[in-house]
């Protein structure tokens, strides 16, 4: 039976509590951390029965690696009687984990002793969940930066960036190692200490020429010393470029020729070098499929085929790498392009030659860009490494191979000796099999079943896998479930390949576990990609389509026929195309361009405007390209653009401009513009409502004879500032500038350096008049200090709450009330002021303010602890001002009615008292009256001397005796009422109920 402190018990059945239990999970503890209770939310998220959790420790404390330390934290911040609050991750009746921010506030029993533990959570597993995917996103960026700096470290080329002064800011790993040296030994070092003396000359005029043909890139051979004094040649290429944070560099490229060099190449020209060396040349445009915008003539040696043929062709880039390669090389240049921390492609591939064979390169690709990121261009140079990459591939060992991949692959890579021995695994197959806490290497699954105990069943079925693919002596494929790191049954498709040696005995195995899940995830987004790629060219609205003369076939792509209102079945004739031109200027010029395209070789690019088979009219841009051969034009290719929409919008955008200059001229804002000298070349009218000049008066002044005398000091180095920022915006605060009739407004407004602005030259300035509103401003701060003035001296303690109870202010007054000082109760939580019976109602009134924002409460008769240990009696209201910019606060105003409060209970006993002392002459004094005026009566009409009188003067007497003892008590407690002020008991402060006082008897 579950028996709950009567303190708890009431908790439980006040409605505030049933409120909040609607919308929050709620549990009870007892002092041990032990669920005393806990409401239906709590068994929805825990998945647990009623009788499963009761008078067990709490999830958070059961389940948590650091449990002791969490249940010490939370009683040494829930001792003062603020609360605790944290994130807590608990694990339900499946397994499956979930997160709560729980808040836990103490309740305490009248002697201040914490009985009970009261848990407010809410589930917050979504939230946590996004940030963990987010952090692993980040992971996964910091993996693909690590990837791509071993690549540029470890290039068979010495790899350099030089300062505008040529000296080396960076190089390479494999640069500074081929040359002896360490990298910190040359960086900061010149390029030319490298270079044999009798070449340095030669050296230093190339990087000259690299400045004057900025970015055009320079081949040279020269000799290099290495550290030991050995002398290299070298084939250098060079460039210069701009460092994303603007800085001028040299891009140096050294490829070793030592070998390959003769007696000859050392009168070789420079231009031979550059027609004959083994690096060419490329830059690329930065479209689909990389079009060829500059090739170095010696790409006849790789490709076989002329540098201007090759960037006259239609053909792109990308249709000369081999299919197998192809979409490694989009992805590294699109994320490239796209993460604009990269700025480098190193890479190899094949490209097809005229003969239709396959050669490998190496490229080495930078991507420029401009100040805001964007991609300028890509450029860089390609050699042939066939006959290393063969040599490779026929040297390379299969342990070799395995070692430099399993670890950049997403599956679960295993390699067993021939006795079922594991030798190599990637980290996706250790935290599969949880091998990072056992000593795994040289064991077989029979021997590392025993170290997990909980993985036997899996090692066993791998024992039982392997066998079966040793003697079926082929690859096996099957499907296994496992349960990953995470308590999640993941669906892995296994492959194993058995390695017998040359006389049939076992050598090796090789085992790949893939996850299905992911790689399904990649196909759908492969999907998605390509879609997307599709709806990009519709977007933009580009057809394309090709006609050939030779065999009179034309080719339209599906936009295409869309502008010209045909059906996919419509075949295009060569005679009747120019009919889908307007007649006229149109047509006229798409005809000429043609026409001198196939005579002179040279394609075109022009705007004209088309009438589709129904009627409808379209503005396109056309960009056509011939192709040439033996001197005549075989075909054209070309792409048109729908630019309908982009014309309409010129005509709309210029119909802004001229609205834009009405709003200009209407503007109450002045619009001042000045040369560098500060002089003023134009301003709006609206200067003359400001200042009271009309704009040709102060044409040619300069700006700083309108300052205020005391402003002009602290003026001169905001103008340098700005100079020396174009185009940064900055802040005209309250400045004074004199006007026409002699007296200073105040302005405000911002300053931009458009001087470099090609469409403006000039800095331009935005003002308004502000001077109301600084005085205004002025007036707005002397109430402020007199409002804080008064808040100080005022009787009543204010008091500012954050929502979750944390004061952020106290007003002096409070230690008239409570005995702190304001900065003694800033930064702590409220609820440790409140009696422990008082407590759940402040609670309750908390909610009730914070769901109400403006709404005021009155806060009726509570007991606040002073900080000597006593409680004293408050009232007053609380206002939540949250949501108002100016407080963002719950106010809380009280004063101190303890005396008043005494009173009242003073009075309550006296009237008790009288009620006492009334109903005594009501039923004790009139009994004895009534019978002594009845026994009178008769012993007037008696006898005197009758013997009898006497007995009747004895019964007077006894009710005259009593009452004298009656009027003798009520004398005295008449005389206590008057004369004994009412004290209250020691622990009155603590037993006191709010409007509830139980005298005894």
Not at 20 to 37: A, T
Not at 207 to 218: A, L, M, P, Q
Not at 952 to 964: S, Y
């Amino acid at each position: 039976m579950n028996v709950l402190h009567p303190v708890v018990e009431n908790m439980i059945q006040e409605k505030s509590f049933e409120l909040m239990s609607n919308s929050s999970i709620i549990s009870i503890l007892d002092s041990d951390g032990c669920i005393q209770f806990a409401n239906e939310n709590f068994q929805k998220i825990s998945g647990f029965a009623n009788h499963e959790f009761l008078h067990r420790p709490h999830p958070m404390i059961d389940g948590s690696n650091h449990a002791s330390f969490i249940w010490h934290d939370i009683r040494i911040k829930t001792s003062a009687g603020a609360a605790w609050r944290s994130k807590v991750k608990n694990k339900n009746i499946a397994g499956a984990h979930y997160w709560v921010d729980i808040s836990l506030m103490p309740v305490f029993d009248e002697e201040k002793n914490v009985i009970a533990y009261l848990d407010i959570s809410h589930d917050v597993t979504h939230e946590l969940e996004t940030e963990e995917r987010l952090q692993e996103s980040k992971e996964a960026l910091r993996a693909s930066e690590l990837h791509y700096q071993f690549l540029y470290d470890n290039t068979p080329v010495m790899y350099f960036v030089l300062s505008a002064q040529a000296i080396v800011k960076t190089v390479n790993k494999y640069g500074a190692f081929h040359l002896g040296y360490s990298i910190h030994e040359l960086e900061g070092q010149p390029i030319n200490k490298l270079v044999v003396s009798s070449h340095q000359k030669e050296a230093t005029e190339q990087i000259n020429k690299c400045f004057e043909n900025f970015h055009e890139v320079h081949s040279w051979q020269i000799q290099k010393c290495k550290k030991d004094g050995s002398t290299i040649w070298v084939e250098e290429t060079a460039w210069t470029e701009h460092s994303p944070e603007g800085e001028l560099l040299i891009i140096l490229v050294s490829q070793d020729i030592t070998e390959k060099k003769t007696i000859n190449d050392a009168i070789h020209t420079e231009n031979r070098l550059f027609r004959n060396g083994p690096m060419v040349a490329f830059k690329w445009r930065n479209e689909e499929g990389w079009p060829i915008k500059f090739v170095s003539p010696n790409v006849r040696t790789i490709l076989g085929i002329e540098a201007r043929e090759l960037i006259q062709a239609t053909k792109k880039y990308s249709e000369y790498i081999h299919p197998n390669d192809l979409a490694i090389v989009i992805e590294a240049k699109n994320t490239s392009a796209l993460q604009k921390l990269r700025y480098e492609i190193d890479l190899e591939y094949r490209l097809l030659t005229t003969n239709g064979e396959w050669t490998w390169v190496r490229d080495h690709t930078i991507i420029t860009r401009n100040q805001d990121g964007a991609v300028q261009s890509m450029q860089g140079y390609i050699y042939d490494c066939t006959d290393r990459k063969q040599a490779q591939e026929e040297t390379q060992l299969l342990t070799t191979r395995l070692v430099s991949l399993i670890e950049a692959m997403p599956e679960a890579i295993f390699f067993k000796d021939g006795q079922g021995r594991w030798l190599i695994t990637n980290e996706v197959a250790k935290r599969l099999f949880k091998l990072h806490t056992i000593d795994w290497y040289n064991k077989t699954d029979r021997e590392l079943a025993i170290l997990h105990p909980e993985l036997a069943d899996a090692h066993q079925l791998c024992e039982v896998n392997d066998e079966r693919a040793w003697v079926d002596k082929k690859l096996s494929v099957l499907e296994e479930r496992i349960m990953d790191e995470e308590g999640v049954l993941q669906e892995f498709e296994v492959r194993k390949m058995p390695i017998f040696n040359s006389n049939g005995s076992r050598k090796a195995m090789v085992i790949i576990g893939a996850n299905v899940t992911v790689r399904n995830q990649h196909e759908a987004e492969l999907k998605r990609t390509k879609r997307m790629l599709e709806r990009s060219m519709k977007l933009a609205k580009i057809g394309a389509w090709e006609v050939d003369f030779e065999k009179g076939l034309i080719f339209w792509s599906s936009l295409v026929r869309e502008l010209a209102d045909v059906s996919e079945s419509y075949k295009p004739e060569l005679e009747k195309i120019l009919n889908f031109y307007q007649e006229g200027e149109s047509r006229d010029a798409v005809q000429k361009a043609v026409s001198d395209c196939q005579l002179t070789g040279v394609g075109f690019e022009l705007e004209a405007e088309t009438i589709s088979a129904k009627g409808k009219k379209h503005w396109v841009r056309l960009m056509v390209e011939p192709e040439i051969v033996n001197g005549k034009c075989v075909k054209l290719y070309g792409y048109i653009q729908d630019l309908t929409e982009h014309i309409e919008l010129n005509k709309k955008n210029q119909q802004l401009e001229v609205k834009f200059s009405r709003l200009v001229q209407k503007s109450a804002d002045a619009i001042i513009l000045q040369n560098a000298d500060a002089e003023i070349l134009y301003s709006t009218p609206a200067v003359e409502k400001i200042l009271g000049y009309k704009p040709e008066e102060i044409f040619g002044k300069r700006s700083y004879s309108f300052y205020h005398p005391d402003d002009i000091e602290s003026i001169a180095p905001k103008l340098e500032k700005i100079l020396a920022n174009p185009g940064e915006a900055f802040p005209i605060v309250t400045d004074r500038l004199r006007h026409k009739n002699g007296h200073y407004v105040h302005v405000e407004g911002t300053v931009t350096n458009l001087l470099e602005d090609e469409n403006v030259r000039a800095a331009v300035a935005n003002i308004r008049d502000v001077s109301e509103r600084v005085e205004l401003h002025k007036k707005n701060q002397q109430l402020e200090i007199k409002f804080q003035h008064l808040i100080e001296k005022i009787s009543d303690a204010i008091i500012l709450q954050a929502a979750d109870g944390t004061i952020l202010y106290s007003s002096s007054a409070i230690f008239s009330i409570l005995g702190y000082q304001p900065h003694e109760l800033v930064g702590k939580n409220s609820q440790f002021l409140f009696h422990p019976e008082d407590l759940m109602q402040a609670i309750v009134r908390r909610e009730q303010i914070f769901h109400v924002s403006g709404g005021t409460f009155p806060i009726v008769v509570e007991r606040m602890r002073h900080k000597e240990g006593h409680y004293v009696f408050v009232e007053g209201t609380a206002t939540n001002l949250l949501h108002n910019e100016n407080v963002r606060a719950i106010i809380s105003n009280f004063r101190n009615i303890t005396e008043r409060k005494l009173l009242d209970e003073q009075i309550l006993m006296k009237n008790q008292k009288l009620e006492k002392i009334a109903w005594i002459f009501s039923h004790q004094v009139r009994g004895p009256v009534a019978t002594i005026l009845g026994l009178a009566e008769i012993f007037n009409q008696a006898d005197r001397t009758d013997p009898i009188n006497n007995e009747i003067l004895a019964k007077i007497l006894i009710p005259i005796h009593h009452l004298d003892e009656i009027i003798s008590n009520v004398v005295g407690l008449t005389n206590e009422f008057d004369l004994k002020p009412w004290n209250p008991p020691p622990d009155f402060y603590y037993k006191s109920k709010i409007n509830k006082h139980t005298t005894t008897e």
